[in-house]
T-cell receptor, first 108, second 119 residues
Framework: GQNIDQPTEMTATEGAIVQINCTYQTSGFNGLFWYQQHAGEAPTFLSY????GLEEKGRFSSFLSRSKGYSYLLLKELQMKDSASYLCAVRVHTPLVFGKGTRLSVIA | GAVVSQHPSRVICKSGTSVKIECRSLDFQATTMFWYRQFPKKSLMLMAT?????????EQGVEKDKFLINHASLTLSTLTVTSAHPEDSSFYIC???????????????FGPGTRLTVL
């Protein structure tokens, strides 16, 4: 089977940095995705890693280590609007296999 | 990016009626679309994979006669919830695979979702 683990909830302060971890054990690997989902809305694509290393996109960065089955999403200069669920998803084949999501609360 | 639309965004219906939800890829052709449902504060649950021109593939435990899927064109898939009951109330989300030439690098883009409430 496929297993993707990420923390259920996290809280961080406005302006700070937060790292959301994701570990996976899957039967194959063709890339790891991070999505952001606000309450009552559909997920929106944030980032994609298929090779080891760090991908940076503005305030958001995503890291992948395939040998460790590990990824993290790093959010810098947190804003209140970053309060949302963050979904880690692995492509084994089609479709993506999703983790349960991490609910991030940004407080003042 | 890529745009996927979904219609309607909200629907309230009486128990026993059928509801059709449309999913369209607006700026790309999608041979494969996916239908998910999501309960409050829960993760996405894949219901079925919709393939253009062929029958949908349903996940275990999803009733194909209750959730009818039609993928009539490369830009449109529909999900019909037949004889809806209150337990079918949920957030239904479609996504479309934007092709890149290789299935290992395709990206899934999500529609905005449809909130179904069955009274």
């Amino acid at each position: 089977g496929q297993n993707i683990d990420q923390p259920t909830e996290m809280t961080a302060t406005e302006g700070a940095i937060v790292q959301i971890n994701c570990t996976y054990q899957t039967s194959g690997f063709n890339g790891l995705f991070w999505y952001q989902q606000h309450a009552g809305e559909a997920p929106t694509f944030l980032s994609y890693n298929v090779l080891d290393g760090l991908e940076e996109k503005g305030r958001f960065s995503s890291f992948l280590s395939r040998s460790k089955g590990y990824s993290y999403l790093l959010l810098k200069e947190l804003q209140m609007k970053d309060s949302a669920s963050y979904l880690c998803a692995v492509r084994v084949h089609t479709p993506l296999v999703f983790g349960k999501g991490t609910r991030l609360s940004v407080i003042a | 990016g890529a745009v996927v639309s979904q219609h309607p965004s909200r629907v309230i219906c009486k128990s026993g009626t059928s509801v059709k939800i449309e999913c369209r890829s607006l700026d790309f052709q999608a041979t494969t679309m996916f239908w998910y449902r999501q309960f409050p504060k829960k993760s996405l649950m894949l219901m079925a994979t919709s393939n253009e021109g062929s029958k949908a593939t349903y996940e275990q435990g999803v009733e194909k006669d209750k959730f009818l899927i039609n993928h009539a064109s490369l830009t449109l898939s529909t999900l019909t919830v037949t004889s809806a009951h209150p337990e079918d109330s949920s957030f239904y989300i479609c996504s479309a695979n934007k092709p890149s030439g290789s299935t290992s690098t395709d990206t899934q883009y999500f529609g905005p979702g449809t909130r179904l409430t069955v009274l």
